[in-house]
């Protein structure tokens, strides 16, 4: 056979398209869109070589159109789950003795079917399955999954050329082992980017895989599954079942050859999580690998020598871009009593301007809420503050689930940096305000540093340049993505790793090389070329 030191192709960031009137991809996405819209899909679940459909139909409607049924998913139970096992070690064998640079072939190519036939699809199934406007769904489904291939390729190439010195007559290797087992991924309903990378993170390196999304993505992930089948993908390698978390977890972390969890969701089910494996520790094979990505409740802090305009942007995006419901989102804003009058009347203004409504009208930038318990969280707070002299609303606070789950993006200020919104994750569209003193400025970071358990992402904004260093270095442990001068979201692949401590998780950095390590398991292989052939060391010899 035939073989090389391989060099991958230098990855790029995917260049984002902006769907203007008149542009070719916005017509493909409204034929898409169209296209989806007017079937009823029958999605299967994927375990091995096959496609399993069960008599148990659950249905897929669009949050913001909740009386349209897009199809129907056949929902797993236990069964499926242990079948999913079974077929993923059936599959290990061959697949982690694959050529790395086979594995990685597959997956470049899934980049370029994301990239060019697939795009419109991928795009339209995000935007009707969770309500995401074509912007917000070209920068995750397409844009960043991509991204998340071809980085992946790159970093895993760098991985293996990684290799240690030798002495003189020594040969030192270093060889990166697939995990023993099969890995687990319970990915989330916000982006179609996590659950795609979830499962082919560990599976690029030679690990297969049992992947349960979010019901409310299923329809986006479905077609991730195509995808990854289209380009190649063995059966067996990621095998996609829809069952219960609760029943795929009983199955799955009592397994003996559970390997590891790829986990992004709710900071209180990664620690049940936790808890179970911990249970049955004693069970596995190995310890398994645990990676969390969860909850935030990420801030804004604005220095008195902030700009008016650009920090507006930065919290109407930041706060309100895809509702809200990213856990990056901007959730709590500390703004100078200096700034406020000026800051608050064109925040007001920029609201004002915002519409709502389905993603079908390419206008609205926002959308409906994921689903009717989401939508009744986050209201539950907005009526809370209604009769609370706590706080108040000065923007939004409607809300409407009629005919989908709409909330209007909602301001509240407080008087108490303590107050229920300022430390609860609502994940939708709610930005609480809280309003120093401008004299008081040194104490706001601490106070932003004990408010919730979260330490995902947070931004300063400023003109001070001392006051930027300042809050790099006070506010170091509050955020594992930190932003100067811009919105607390939007972490791009390769340029800004994306990943939280504390509650927000183990801060494993999706989009870099330091994820992809998690899911190997190191041999260090030294080759002696001239052995010694006498036990005796020079220092024993007489005098």
Known sequence: ??????????????PVLNYAPGSPERKALKSAIEAARSATADIPMFIGRKEIHTEDKQEIRPPHDHQHVLGHYSKGDESHVQAAIEAALAAKPA??????????AIFLKAADLLAGPYRARINAATMLGQSKNAYQAEIDAACEMIDFLRFNVSYMSEIYAQQPGSAKGIWNRTEQRALEGFVFALTP????????NLPTAPAMMGNVVVWKPANTQIFAAHVLMEVFREAGLPGGVINLIYTDGPVAGEVIFSHREFAGIHFTGSTAVFQQIWKEIGNHIGNYRSYPRIVGETGGKD????HPSASINMTSTALVRGAFEYQGQKCSAASRAYIPKSLWPELKKRLLEDISSLRMGGVED????????????????????????????????IAGGDHDKSTGYFISPTIIQTTDPMYVTMCDELFGPVLTVYVYEDEDFRSIPRL????????LTGAVIARDRYAIEWLEKELRHSAGNFYIN?????????????????????????GSMVNLLRWVSTRSIKETFDPPVNYRYPFMEEE
């Open 1 to 14: 056979m035939s073989t090389g030191f391989f060099k991958v192709p230098a990855p790029v960031n995917e």
């Open 95 to 104: 697949w982690e003795d694959l050529a790395w640079e086979q594995r990685a």
């Open 189 to 196: 309903f916000n982006f179609t980017a996590i659950a795609g």
């Open 299 to 302: 801030f804004v802090l604005v």
């Open 362 to 393: 390419f206008r609205n930038f926002i959308n409906a809420v994921i689903d009717e318990k989401s939508f009744d969280k986050i209201t539950s707070y907005i009526n809370r503050v209604k009769n609370d002299p706590q706080a108040e609303i």
């Open 448 to 455: 932003i540093d004990s408010t919730s358990i979260y330490a």
């Open 486 to 510: 811009d919105k607390p979201t939007g972490a791009v692949v390769g340029q800004q790793p994306f990943g939280g401590s504390r509650g927000s998780g183990t801060n494993d950095k999706a």
